[in-house]
Every structure is written in C-alpha cells, then in structure tokens.
C-alpha cells in the first residue's frame, strides 16, 4: 500500500485545515489509519487513528475535541480535520497504515506503511 499525505499549508491560529491520506496500491478499508506528527527538534508524536472497517476513532489528549478523523472508503482516503488550529500543532503531518488494532495503535512501530509528511504550520 502506498500513501500520500497532503493539505498541509500555512494558517493563522484558530484556522482550520483538512489533511487528506489517499491511498492506491491497496484497500484503506482493512487498515487501522494513525496519523502522526513530528515538530521541529522533537520526537513523533501520535495525533489520532481510525479503526479498519469501523472507522472508530481514537486521538491524542492535545488534539481531543479539536481533530476529527474520517474515512471514505470510497475514495480509498482518511481525512484530518484540524479545527481551532494552534501554534503548537505546527509539525510534519504523516499517515500510516497498518494492521493493527486501536488499542496499540498509538504506537508508530506497529504500523507497516507510512505517506511522504505534510507540512503544517501555525501563525500565531
């Protein structure tokens, strides 16, 4: 399965973006999808991931309440929706996609296949 993350861009705090995770090679539908980011001089850090088949979400404590991850299964893509966006959030966005199941899947090893990174950063 190959990924592509994009939709990163520039944004004033507060904003909004859609990351979008588009894959070919593959059907999205059976892979748990994280999405992770790594800021400037800091480790990667999880921000959320959605369950194959089900589509349940689980998300970072940082980003709870202000992401929301979606599939469509349809298009083979899993979206990111970063709303009321802060400084902090700026980061290199990734996506992967692996079977794993939600409970670990907070855990980068655990996923097998991982998109280029999206640049996101935030204005304050």
């Known amino acids: 399965v190959q990924l592509q993350a994009s939709g990163g861009g520039l944004v004033q705090a507060g904003g909004s973006l859609r990351l979008s995770c588009s894959a070919s090679?593959?059907?999205?539908?059976?892979?748990?999808v994280g999405w992770f980011r790594q800021a400037p001089g800091k480790e990667r850090e999880f921000v959320g991931a959605?369950?194959?088949?089900?589509?349940?979400?689980l998300y970072a404590d940082s980003v709870k309440g202000r992401f929301t991850i979606s599939r469509d299964n349809a298009k083979n893509t899993v979206y990111l929706q970063m709303n009321t966006l802060q400084f902090d959030d700026t980061a290199t966005y990734y996506c992967a996609a692996g079977r794993t199941i939600l409970s670990t899947s907070r855990n980068a090893q655990y996923y097998n296949y991982w998109g280029q990174g999206t640049l996101v950063t935030v204005s304050s």
């Open positions: 959605t369950r194959a088949q089900s589509g349940v979400p």
């Open positions: 090679g593959g059907t999205i539908s059976g892979y748990t």
